[in-house]
């Protein structure tokens, strides 16, 4: 079945770390961008981080650059979120998904089921 799993998420303490994994199923993802999401209750989904597979190159936005570090590893066809300093506004849960490259202005494609992180004060 073609599909992403998310997996790590918890509750950490503010200051603490986490490690994402997000888990191809039913394809390579080696050629596509996987981009992580977030989602608060009552809010839109925003997203975080991207790698482009193909070379490697990243983005992430201004509220987690210095904090967060996505990475691919493709002979695992897994993509990680290294999330470090964790703020109580960090709280959501987080999604991965497929678009052909980050920076992406059309929709994108699979999702995940998503994995909840609470960092408490």
């Known amino acids: 079945e073609v599909g992403l799993v998310e997996s790590g998420g918890g509750l950490v303490k503010a200051g603490g770390s986490l490690r994402l994994s997000c888990a191809a199923s039913?394809?390579?993802?080696?050629?596509?961008?996987i981009s992580w999401f977030r989602q608060a209750p009552g809010k839109q989904r925003e997203e975080i981080s991207c790698i482009n597979t193909r070379d490697g190159t990243t983005v992430h936005a201004d509220s987690v650059k210095g904090r967060f570090t996505i990475s691919s590893d493709n002979a695992k066809n897994t993509v990680h979120l290294q999330m470090n300093s964790l703020k109580p506004e960090d709280t959501a849960v987080y999604y991965c998904?497929?678009?052909?490259?980050?920076?992406?202005?059309?929709?994108?494609?699979?999702w995940g089921q998503g994995t909840q992180v609470t960092v408490s004060s």
């Open positions: 039913g394809f390579t993802l080696d050629g596509y961008a």
């Open positions: 998904t497929t678009s052909p490259i980050c920076n992406w202005y059309g929709d994108y494609g699979y």
